[in-house]
């Protein structure tokens, strides 16, 4: 039998759970303005202070959005924002974890090639003409600019998937990868094997050959890893 003291639980959580089962239960649609700060004080008999660190708590998880002068007003989840949620905390991980970044690149992998299969399955011809335009833009860059137009590639084919879940997950993956992803960038050679690989994906996607769009993927991904491995080590 447990025997530890149940903890007190502060004010401010009993309001922010409270209001959290309210939008839940709909009484606050998205784009509805919740009660004034003196209002929710009078129904839940606290203090200004819980009332505040409630609201900003619904704030911080992108539930409700706080304006100067207005009273707090429910938003309309994203994947975007829910994604962001989580990329902090992935950024710590990645600071005190020495293995997670090879966890995170091979969930990368996993998640890119599914990715490129559904593009492949699912693109119509506007998806397929800015995949394109992607690639020509990556080809024409600079050093400079080479990796946030590697991003915008791999971020259109998730779009191409039709869930929108898919590019705020690839691009935060890529952007918690920066680092990994800049030693690649400026690796002699580099760029030139990065746009092959981004052209074999390219028109595998184009044929609408789901396998062969996941094995490219999934092969330049690999290969972008040794190569990585392969700098570091040397």
């Given at each position: 039998m447990t025997t530890e003291p149940i903890p007190r639980r502060k004010l401010?959580?009993?309001v922010l759970d409270r209001l959290i089962a309210r939008i839940r239960a709909g009484e606050f649609p998205p784009g509805a303005q919740l009660p004034s700060e003196r209002e929710l004080m009078d129904a839940y008999g606290v203090g200004r202070p819980s009332i505040r660190e409630a609201l900003q708590q619904l704030e911080r998880s992108g539930i409700i959005g706080i304006s100067h002068g207005e009273r707090a007003r429910v938003l309309l989840p994203t994947a975007e924002g829910v994604v962001a949620q989580l990329t902090e905390p992935a950024r710590?991980?990645?600071s005190v974890d020495p293995d997670a970044l090879e966890h995170l690149k091979e969930a990368r992998i996993l998640l890119e090639a599914g990715v490129a299969r559904l593009a492949a399955q699912r693109a119509d011809a506007a998806g397929l003409a800015l995949l394109r335009q992607r690639l020509d833009e990556h080809r024409a860059a600079g050093l400079d600019d080479f990796l946030s137009r590697d991003i915008a590639f791999h971020r259109q084919i998730a779009v191409m998937s039709g869930n929108p879940v898919?590019?705020?997950a690839v691009e935060a993956m890529l952007t918690l990868?920066?680092?990994?992803?800049v030693t690649l960038v400026r690796a002699p050679g580099a760029e030139r094997l990065t746009l092959e690989e981004h052209a074999r994906i390219c028109e595998a996607i184009a044929d609408h050959d789901p396998d062969a769009a996941g094995r490219a993927m999934s092969d330049h991904l690999a290969r972008a890893d040794a190569r990585y491995h392969g700098i570091m080590e040397g």
């Open positions: 401010h959580q009993e710590f991980l990645l898919f590019p705020a990868l920066g680092a990994s992803h």
